[in-house]
Nanobody
Framework: HVQLVESGGASVQAGGSLRLSCVASGRTSSGHCMGWFRQAPGKEREGLAAIRTSGGRTLYADSVKGRFVLSEDNAKNTFYLQMNSLKPEDTAMYYC?????????????????WGQGTQVTVS
């Protein structure tokens, strides 16, 4: 089993930046798809970015491409989401998730593990 813990959420002004962190612990290994999601009140969950750990290509949703950057620090089992040029519509609870099976990120990715979320508010 893998545990994911997000942090870094805060209230910021439009145009500002935040960096979210997701620390993975437990039975971690390389080659898994890790992703960032968000959900605003009354809206569906939205996938933002994903990467196959240890060297995979990073995928981004059009809504955040060019503003958000996903990165990983394998030594720390930590994944980051650098968010720049934040807009009020970025306000949401942000979650990281992971597939339990080591494979590339795709439409078939199963998000088996989830963190508890971290709140981002942009005003």
């Amino acid at each position: 089993h893998v545990q994911l813990v997000e942090s870094g959420g805060a209230s910021v002004q439009a145009g500002g930046s935040l960096r979210l962190s997701c620390v993975a612990s437990g039975r971690t290994s390389s080659g898994h798809c890790m992703g960032w999601f968000r959900q605003a009140p009354g809206k569906e969950r939205e996938g933002l970015a994903a990467i196959r750990t240890s060297g995979g290509r990073t995928l981004y949703a059009d809504s955040v491409k060019g503003r958000f950057v996903l990165s990983e620090d394998n030594a720390k089992n930590t994944f980051y989401l650098q968010m720049n040029s934040l807009k009020p519509e970025d306000t949401a609870m942000y979650y990281c998730a992971a597939d339990s099976t080591p494979r590339a990120c795709s439409a078939k990715t199963r998000w088996d593990y989830w963190g508890q979320g971290t709140q981002v508010t942009v005003s």
